[in-house]
């Protein structure tokens, strides 16, 4: 049974940092890209980065670019999300997101963690 | 970036009733675009991905069709547990964006 647990979310003062982690299992964890998608209070979906099976290919959202950073370690099987500089407006549920069809980066996601909350407020 | 957009933004029918939600892209996404349900509190549920492909294990009341910029998103015979929000999302070209959602309503 695929599971991704995220973890790591919390309340930060702007300006602030955060990481956020995603313990995935029950799939070959290197075979597959993921993604972050994040959710405002009461708003739609946002997504705010992926990255490629192997590491070697990521894509940010332009409102988090140069302040996220996404990465993955075959080892633990976990998926993060390096969060600096952190705004308001970043205040959200962080969902990471498995990509459905292996060694693809279609943005077909099929499993979703069960989300971390992240304030961001003074 | 492609804007997508959905109407109605919410509706309300009766248990067995064929509800019916529409997405647009702002420019020819082919059929790259999926619909996700959520439900308050849980994470999205992909139900259709190629704009007309059902999900393993996603009941059969559920279909999509489209290609370019107008999709459709059909729930044959709304039944209890469909209340929640659905989005369609398109995934031609980056950054991936979804629609403001539809709620539905019993």
């Known amino acids: 049974e695929v599971q991704l647990v995220e973890s790591g979310g919390g309340l930060v003062q702007p300006g602030g940092s955060l990481r956020l982690s995603c313990a995935a299992s029950?799939?070959?964890?290197?075979?597959?890209?993921m993604s972050w998608v994040r959710q405002a209070p009461g708003k739609g979906l946002e997504w705010v980065s992926d990255?490629?099976?192997?590491?070697?290919?990521?894509n940010y959202a332009d409102s988090v670019r140069g302040r996220f950073t996404i990465s993955r370690d075959k080892s633990k099987d976990t998926l993060s999300l390096q969060m600096n500089g952190l705004r308001v407006e970043d205040t959200a549920t962080y969902y990471c997101?498995?990509?459905?069809?292996?060694?693809?980066?279609?943005?077909?996601?099929?499993?979703w963690g069960q989300g971390a909350l992240v304030t961001v407020s003074s | 970036d492609v804007l997508m957009t959905q109407s109605p933004s919410s509706l309300s029918s009766s248990v067995g009733d064929r509800v019916t939600i529409t997405c647009q892209a702002s420019?020819?996404?082919?059929?790259?675009l999926n619909w996700y349900q959520q439900k308050p509190g849980k994470a999205p549920n992909l139900l259709i991905y190629?704009?007309?492909n059902l999900e393993t294990g996603v009941p059969s009341r559920f279909s999509g069709s489209g290609s370019g910029t107008d999709f459709t998103f059909t729930i044959s015979s709304l039944q209890p547990e469909d209340i929640a929000t659905y989005y369609c999302?398109?995934?031609?070209?980056?950054?991936?964006?979804f629609g403001p959602g539809t709620k539905v309503d019993i």
């Open positions: 999302q398109q995934y031609d070209n980056l950054p991936f964006t």
């Open positions: 420019q020819d996404i082919s059929n790259y």
């Open positions: 997101a498995k990509k459905r069809t292996q060694g693809s980066v279609a943005g077909i996601f099929d499993y």
């Open positions: 990255i490629s099976g192997s590491g070697g290919t990521t």
């Open positions: 029950g799939f070959i964890f290197s075979r597959y890209a």
């Open positions: 190629d704009a007309s």
